[in-house]
Every structure is written in C-alpha cells, then in structure tokens.
C-alpha cells in the first residue's frame, strides 16, 4: 500500500512562507494526480491545490497567486509553496495521491496531516 508522509509545517507571523513536502513510498503504478486539502477547525476539508503527472495545475481561488504546487514524479514527491500567508490559511494540511492501476482503477491515499498555524 501507498504511504504518504507530510512535512514542513509551522507557525509563521502573516505574510510569511512555508513549503509543504510530501513523499509517496511503496509505489509500484502510476500516481496520477496529486492534491494539498486544508481542514480548519469547525469547517469542512477543501481541495486547496492539485497538479497532474504531466504538471497541469489547479486551486482553489482563495489561494491563486500566493500558493504554488509542484511535484517531482522522479521522487514521489509533491510540494505546495506557500507565499504571503494568512491568518484564515491556518489548517491541518493533508497530502492526496489518486494511484492508477494496469486495469484503470482508481485508489485514493493520504497523509496524516501536517499543521500550518499563521498568526496576526
């Protein structure tokens, strides 16, 4: 089975940056795409950022032109840059991996979460 190990979180005052890290082990198909969601306390989880294999990116409009997602296919690994940083990104940062199989067949990981906390 996938695991996915996130790293990287903090606190930082607003304005700020972090960079995010996850690292897929075990994989033995294709990982598909891979997506950051954020959880804050009393809300439900968002997608905040997704990139494809092939480096197509998506986000949620609350975090454009401050967050970045990339990935390295070589290593497994996804990362989420994030710039300017605000009070209300404050939230439990959980790593997604969808893995493809030969027969077409979608499985869904994640991470244990990591915590991003920014003050004002």
């Known amino acids: 089975q996938v695991q996915l190990v996130e790293s990287g979180g903090g606190l930082v005052q607003a304005g700020g940056s972090l960079r995010l890290s996850c690292a897929a082990s075990r994989v033995i198909f294709s990982i598909d795409t891979m997506n950051w969601y954020r959880q804050a306390p009393g809300k439900r989880r968002e997608l905040v950022a997704a990139?494809?294999?092939?480096?197509?990116?998506n986000y949620v409009d609350s975090v454009k032109g401050r967050f970045t997602i990339s990935r390295d296919n070589a290593k497994d690994t996804v990362y989420l840059q994030m710039n300017s940083l605000k009070p209300e990104d404050t939230a439990v940062y959980y790593c997604h991996a969808q893995v493809v199989d030969p027969f077409r067949r979608e499985y869904d990981y994640w991470g244990q979460g990591t915590q991003v906390t920014v003050s004002s």
């Open positions: 990139v494809t294999r092939d480096g197509t990116t």
